[in-house]
């Protein structure tokens, strides 16, 4: 088994594949934009134009210099980017029918691909500078840094999950289930809590302990029905797997392979790499070791909050594949 | 995505057919596309291909750790020195799981020997 840790100090640089010219690293007018995006830290430099393609991108929020090794083994990512619109790119993209992000590592180097985005990644660790040909159309921006980010998540041990999340009380509950699995029921069962993501969260070990969540771009809050969170990441505290119920709202604490089989089947996964899903499997069970993962079966007409509470006050105590039926 | 494939630990099947399409010198093998972790005794065995996933029990994940080409008798062998079961009921077992890991694209016949 790999090991599913990178080397620290990662640092990207970023040019687009020769489908369009590309433009000089130093070129007249280049700017620097520092961002953060997913829990990463980036500093992206190129034309003032495409950097603000960048900044407009949901879920993108200001550089926090105070935060730099938020996720473990992550330092400053340095990209270089040339441009968004390459010609050929939506049409390569419509071609390929990708169904999600997929990439591939084969030591120090990266092959990415995303619905509107593909690139090759090289790095060396020893020198902690890695080079990329990026191909992306005009909605490149986000898919980008989403295909950056969960390349670089995968690298430093995380994961991004089909989730709709909340937040309630500072920290982040994980909702993972197929559409039509009650997700939003159970939302609307938690008094307090705020829509943090609909779609799409990153789950990342935290620098320091334990895991943090970030929301990622997808879907519109307002399907939640929930007012906002103004939370840009907060610790991971528990992820349930939703299941309609009829017959009483309970959480049923999963084993250790089945919480790790239920966090894949809500993963983005790697694509067609079978060592890649090696590793994804490997950071999955550290999540799950980690963050307490249930069936949350449930029913209409009962608030979840007290119970959620009680019962992970309570699973330090518990065994790993009892049941315990709510009040 | 989650495919539960119990593996060979359900109840006796006495008097079941023998299996059309392995016997006890059917050489198994995991196939390459596949992508396997074992936690807590389990294996969680997905295709990659088929985007599949499947968790197996303690027997089936014994087994599937011995699909490296050698004959069915020979895991068999080895189910019953580890597991409180008779070479009846085990054969019959392992021959019904070979056939579901086959099924699902996690294993393929193999020429060679182990």
């Known amino acids: 088994m790999r090991t599913p840790r990178s080397a620290p100090n990662l640092a990207i640089s970023l040019a687009t594949q020769a489908t369009t010219p590309i433009a000089p690293a130093a070129a007249a007018g280049a700017e620097i934009a520092r961002l953060c995006f997913a829990g990463l830290h980036f500093e992206f430099e190129g034309a003032p134009a495409l950097l603000e393609q960048l900044k407009r991108v949901p879920c993108v929020r200001p550089w926090d210099a105070g935060a730099v090794s938020e996720v473990r083994g992550a330092r400053v990512t340095r990209c270089r980017v040339a441009a968004f619109d390459a010609a050929e790119a939506l049409a390569q993209a419509a071609a390929r029918s990708v169904r999600s992000i997929e990439w591939s590592w084969r030591g120090e180097r990266a092959t990415l691909l995303g619905r509107f985005v593909s690139a090759e990644l090289q790095y060396s660790a020893a020198e902690s500078r890695a080079n990329a040909r990026l191909t992306a159309n005009r909605r490149g921006a986000e898919s980008l840094l989403t295909a950056l980010a969960a390349s670089l998540l995968h690298r430093l041990g995380g994961a991004i999950l089909h989730a709709a999340s909340l937040e309630l009380e500072g920290v982040a509950l994980a909702l993972i289930g197929p559409s039509g699995a009650g997700k939003s029921t159970a939302s609307r069962q938690l008094s307090g809590a705020r829509a943090f993501s609909v779609d799409r969260l990153v789950v990342a070990p935290a620098e320091q302990g334990g895991w943090l969540a970030f929301p990622l771009p997808g879907g519109t809050r307002s399907a939640l029905d929930l007012p906002p969170t103004s939370c840009t990441r907060a610790p991971l505290r528990a992820i349930l797997r939703v299941r309609k119920s009829t017959q009483g709202t309970r959480l049923e604490a999963c084993s250790l392979p089945m919480a790790v089989a239920l966090l894949r089947e809500s993963a983005f996964h790697p694509g067609v790499d079978p060592d890649a899903e090696q590793e994804l499997l490997a950071h999955l069970q550290g999540l799950a070791r980690e963050v307490p993962v249930a069936n949350l079966h449930s029913s209409l007409g009962t608030m979840l909050g007290p119970p959620l509470g009680r019962w992970l006050a309570q699973r330090q105590t518990k065994t790993a594949d009892q049941g315990q039926a709510l009040p | ?114």
């Open chain 2, 1 to 114: 995505m989650t495919n539960q494939t119990t593996g060979p630990s359900g109840p006796v099947r006495t008097g079941a057919p023998p299996s059309p399409l392995v016997s006890a010198e059917t050489r198994l093998e995991q196939c390459e596309r596949t992508a396997c972790r074992v936690i807590d005794g389990k294996a969680i065995v997905i295709t990659i291909d088929r985007n599949e996933l499947h968790v197996l029990n303690d027997v089936g994940t014994r087994v599937w750790q011995l699909a490296d080409g050698r004959r069915l008798n020979e895991i068999v062998d080895a189910v019953v020195q580890e597991f409180e079961v008779d070479r009846e009921r085990a054969a019959l077992d392992v021959y019904r799981f070979a056939e579901q890991l086959l099924a699902v694209g996690a294993a393929r016949l193999s020429k060679g020997g182990a």
